[in-house]
């Protein structure tokens, strides 16, 4: 299956299943993201679950150029601008939330602030980035109203399945929360993602666990991410104090890494993204050089599973017919 025109059971040739791709099929053509910044905070930082937020965590970096001291329809004004002139075919733009904890706050507030998000014409839909520990069931049943006419989704982080490392990391909250969580919003027909980081472990022995207990979840996509030392985190003085309890990868380990993930992870499962890239002004670790990007290291993976035989759902489809 080296071949680049092999078909795999998602429909095209790639070794994995894009999210991406199933986006574009379900619209005719690709989605665009327009980060926005709502101006809420989180509960863990406030001091309502914890303070000093997730030890990996710099918000800061997750916030667009654009979206700095300006109202909301201002950032959608200048994302647009930006996104037109470098993404021209776009089918459908979103507004995406992904800074800090975008359902904490009152429900008005929540409420008022999506409605005139997609008041908005060119705006087909929205992207929220949440706490699992921050939804509950009339919120949920109004994003539910609101994915009968719009694209909705709510990416949860989870990060990790280990209750241990939540603890360790500052999460704030556990795994069970976060299935109840992803079972309670996949239970009202909403596009339904989640987020896990791997290296928040000194150890990767505990992979194969965790992909299973990924497996169990009902997601309509997933993202990967590697640890990155972030600055201004609390992580960052344990690194520069040698404190251990994570793992930093190398470019080369990082690519046998995740393909393993990819292999175990089921099949149908899309994958909107397995590898993270922070502005190089925020990232203190890996350095893995300016000039290999996100795409060009999406490309060199694709490129290692072609070579070798390996696609998604490959081991994952070896186990289930045992």
């Known amino acids: 299956m080296n071949d680049s025109h092999v078909i795999y059971h998602?429909?095209?040739?790639?070794?994995?299943?894009s999210a991406v791709e199933r986006l574009k099929e379900r619209y005719g053509g690709r989605l665009q993201k327009i980060s926005l910044a709502t101006g809420f905070?989180?509960?863990?930082?406030?001091?309502?679950?914890?303070?000093?937020?997730?030890?990996?965590?710099?918000?800061?970096?997750?916030?667009?150029?654009y979206a700095h001291g300006k109202d909301i329809n201002h950032q959608i004004d200048e994302g647009l601008k930006f996104l037109r002139e470098r993404y021209p075919r776009t089918a459908l733009f979103l507004g995406y939330f992904q800074a800090y904890t975008n359902t904490y706050g009152t429900f008005e507030d929540i409420k008022r602030l999506y409605l005139q998000v997609l008041s908005r014409p060119e705006i087909g839909g929205i992207v929220i980035g949440t706490r699992p520990d921050c939804v509950d069931e009339r919120l949920l049943d109004f994003f539910s109203q609101l994915s009968r006419e719009y694209f909705v989704s709510i990416e949860?982080?989870?990060?990790?399945?280990?209750?241990?490392?939540?603890?360790?990391?500052?999460?704030?909250?556990?795994?069970?929360?976060?299935?109840?969580?992803?079972?309670?919003?996949?239970?009202?027909?909403?596009?339904?993602?989640?987020?896990?980081?791997?290296?928040?472990?000194?150890?990767?022995?505990?992979?194969?666990?965790?992909?299973?207990?990924?497996n169990r979840l009902p997601l309509d996509s997933i993202k990967f991410h590697q640890l990155q030392i972030i600055r201004g985190t609390a992580l960052e003085k344990d690194w520069e104090e040698d404190r251990?309890?994570?793992?930093?990868?190398?470019?080369?380990?990082?690519?046998?890494?995740?393909?393993?993930?990819?292999?175990?992870?089921?099949?149908?499962?899309?994958?909107?993204?397995?590898?993270?890239?922070?502005?190089?002004?925020?990232r203190r670790s890996p350095l893995w050089g300016t000039d290999l990007r996100v795409p060009q290291m999406r490309e060199a993976i694709i490129r290692k599973m072609r070579e070798e035989k390996r696609w998604q759902g490959r081991i994952f489809s070896l186990n289930s017919h045992r």
């Open 156 to 214: 949860y982080g989870v990060e990790s399945t280990s209750d241990e490392v939540l603890r360790r990391v500052n999460r704030g909250h556990d795994y069970a929360t976060a299935v109840r969580a992803i079972e309670m919003t996949h239970s009202r027909g909403i596009h339904t993602a989640a987020h896990f980081m791997w290296g928040l472990e000194d150890s990767l022995e505990n992979m194969p666990k965790e992909v299973d207990e990924i």
């Open 41 to 65: 905070t989180c509960p863990n930082r406030d001091g309502r679950v914890g303070r000093g937020g997730c030890s990996f965590c710099n918000n800061e970096s997750f916030v667009p150029f």
């Open 244 to 282: 251990g309890g994570y793992h930093i990868f190398s470019i080369e380990e990082y690519t046998h890494f995740i393909i393993d993930v990819l292999e175990r992870l089921r099949p149908d499962l899309p994958v909107e993204r397995f590898i993270s890239e922070t502005p190089p002004r925020y």
């Open 10 to 17: 998602w429909g095209d040739n790639l070794p994995y299943n």
